[in-house]
């Protein structure tokens, strides 16, 4: 017996009372509203503008699909029973587009936890690789372990189509670290009870494991799908038998084939059907123009001229760069076809002497980048070599 000023109670009955307002505190969580930062798709769309040049299909699209996933969490029982199932997002977009960057800037407006996977790594159980519950640990150790703000967090898996079934005809072996890795992502994108080992690695019998809810987890798939503009180029030059004449050609955007992409489309570059209507929404990132290379080298508020000014600025030298410079950068980018990376690449190509000789300097104060400094180094550079797309 506990013994108190005046009365005793029991050991049992202590607790007993302890689960009982441990049960309460549960139930008043669950009565409270989710913590993250809800803002309506147009409030997305303008803060994603800030940080992403163009690709305006693409940031409607994942507006209202990122809006509607976290409303849904909002939603209180109703009495019709109506469930509003999530949806998970699949980009297609070459390379240095900004997949990956728009996934983070979601997850940075939304506030909640967020984890980049990479596909490539992953294997079907058993076989020397990452397990596809490892992208949970990630996401477990993104949130501090903190599992309530995990389990409403955003998931960003790369390289998805690096996964695609090697071949249609049957065979013999096994296609670990393609079908099989399709067919293990299954019931982790629609929702279910996954027991995760919290530090990752392989599991065991004797490991102490957590068990994660994925329903309302949000996955978002990026991949180039390199080669898919010839599968849609197919699709979209089949004419039915007769006569009948069309105008398709008139109509169809011959410099950009991916905005026509399709779920059609998917199955036909190796993605299983299982997968691929489990990821409903689809969307397009489209192949950077010079204009928008312009925009992206000096515009976002972390453009890369920026980030060099900053750089310089810490070591009390004022950079500048003319127009002509800009111009002949972005006009080497646009030829090699690599994107917002290949911008990063030729401006390092150009700066880096400047950047290892200038804090040794006594008086330099400042730096003008002009057309004649641009070329000469670049063409000093590794980069010239490199053969245009």
Do not use: W
């Not at 803002?39 to 940080?51: G, T, V």
């Not at 790594?121 to 640990?137: C, M, P």
């Not at 038998?241 to 105008?247: D, H, I, L, Q, S």
């Amino acid at each position: 017996m506990i013994s108190g000023i005046n009365a005793h109670i029991c050991e049992k009955c202590v607790g007993q009372a302890q689960l009982i307002l441990e049960e309460e505190a549960k139930a008043q969580e669950a009565g409270k509203q989710p913590k993250f930062n809800l803002i309506k798709p147009r409030a997305i769309k303008e803060h994603l503008d800030q940080y992403v040049i163009g690709q305006d299909e693409a940031k409607r699209v994942m507006s209202v699909a990122v809006y509607n996933h976290y409303k849904r969490l909002m939603q209180k029982p109703q009495e019709d029973e109506v469930q509003i199932e999530k949806s998970n997002i699949i980009m297609v977009g070459e390379t240095g587009t900004g997949k990956t960057f728009l996934a983070r800037m979601l997850a940075k407006i939304l506030q909640v936890p967020f984890c980049i996977a990479d596909a490539t790594v992953l294997t079907e159980a058993g076989y020397v690789g990452e397990d596809v519950e490892s992208i949970l640990t990630r996401l477990l150790q993104a949130a501090d372990y903190d599992l309530e703000a995990a389990e409403r967090g955003i998931v960003y898996i790369d390289e998805i189509d690096k996964i695609a079934r090697k071949s249609d005809n049957p065979s013999i072996t096994r296609d670990v670290s393609g079908e099989g890795v399709q067919q293990a992502l299954l019931k982790l994108l629609e929702g279910t009870a996954i027991n995760v080992p919290p530090q990752g690695g392989r599991k065991h019998p004797e490991q102490k494991m957590i068990s994660v809810n994925t329903e309302n987890i949000l996955f978002i798939c990026g991949g180039a799908f390199s080669g898919i503009d010839r599968i849609i180029k197919s699709r979209l030059n089949t004419k039915p038998m007769g006569f009948a004449k069309t105008n398709l050609e008139e109509q169809v955007d011959t410099q950009n084939f991916l905005r026509y992409v399709s779920a059609q489309d998917m199955k036909s570059f190796g993605l299983i059907p299982e997968l691929i209507g489990r990821l409903p929404v689809l969307t397009f990132l489209n192949p950077l123009d010079k204009t928008t290379l312009r925009q992206i080298l000096t515009e976002p508020k972390n453009s890369l001229v920026k980030q060099y000014k900053r750089l310089f600025g810490m070591e009390k030298i004022e950079l500048d760069f003319t127009e002509e410079a800009l111009a002949y950068i972005v006009d080497k980018a646009d030829e090699y076809r690599l994107g917002a990376r290949g911008l990063r690449s030729i401006c390092e190509s150009i700066m880096t002497d400047a950047m290892f000789e200038m804090p040794d300097e006594v008086g330099a104060n400042e730096l003008v980048i002009n057309l004649g400094y641009a070329r000469s180094k670049f063409e000093k550079s590794p980069l010239r070599h490199m053969r245009a797309a």
